[in-house]
């Protein structure tokens, strides 16, 4: 579950942040972060603000601005489809999701129409998944390689991946550890 998880991540959410930084940079920092194990340590911490070169908390203050208005809410929107999809597959019907609705519309406000581009690809995928889950079915691959099979026990998998990411994130979204 951990190659789906990370297949959204780099795919989709880094696009968003990474709009003033190093994609490369940003998609290892962060994966190593979001993918780790328990809380995060405090060399976890001071190499994930090495690489992005913030010393200081000024630096580190201005860098998790941007991180919370695209790349963290990205991970809260995307938490969001994913409780909605258990919904979808329990009712064998897609729900209204309207805390994901509002998420992605407060996303979409952030990045503004020069970044609208990035997005609709995540929403597309959103709306493939919960279709995916209502009727059982497979869902193509983030990267486009192959199908995944959308099944219960992937979709809790996911979103419990979605949920200690988001801790472990914001465990280094301070400026001082």
């Not at 991970?75 to 489809?81: A, L, P």
């Not at 309207?98 to 990035?118: H, I, P, R």
């Not at 192959?146 to 472990?168: F, H, P």
């Amino acid at each position: 579950m951990k190659k789906i998880l990370t297949l959204i991540l780099v795919v989709f959410s880094t696009n968003l942040f990474a709009q003033q930084l190093d994609q490369k940079s940003i998609n290892s920092v962060v994966q190593e972060i979001v993918m780790g194990e328990g809380p995060v340590t405090k060399a976890e911490y001071e190499k994930f603000w090495q690489q992005f070169g913030a010393n200081n908390a000024q630096q580190r203050a201005q860098f998790i601005n941007i991180m919370r208005q695209r790349f963290v809410l990205t991970q809260e929107y995307q938490r969001e489809v994913w409780l909605c999809a258990e919904k979808a597959w329990n009712l064998k019907a897609v729900p209204p999701c309207t805390k994901a609705q509002n998420k992605l519309s407060v996303l979409k406000n952030e990045v503004g129409a020069d970044y609208a581009s990035a997005i609709s690809p995540l929403e597309d995928y959103s709306t493939n998944l919960l279709k995916a889950a209502a009727a059982h079915k497979a869902i193509q691959n983030p990267n486009g390689q192959g199908q995944v099979e959308v099944n219960l026990a992937m979709i809790k998998s996911t979103r419990e991946g979605l949920d200690r990411m988001l801790s472990r994130l914001s465990q280094v979204m301070r400026p001082e550890f």
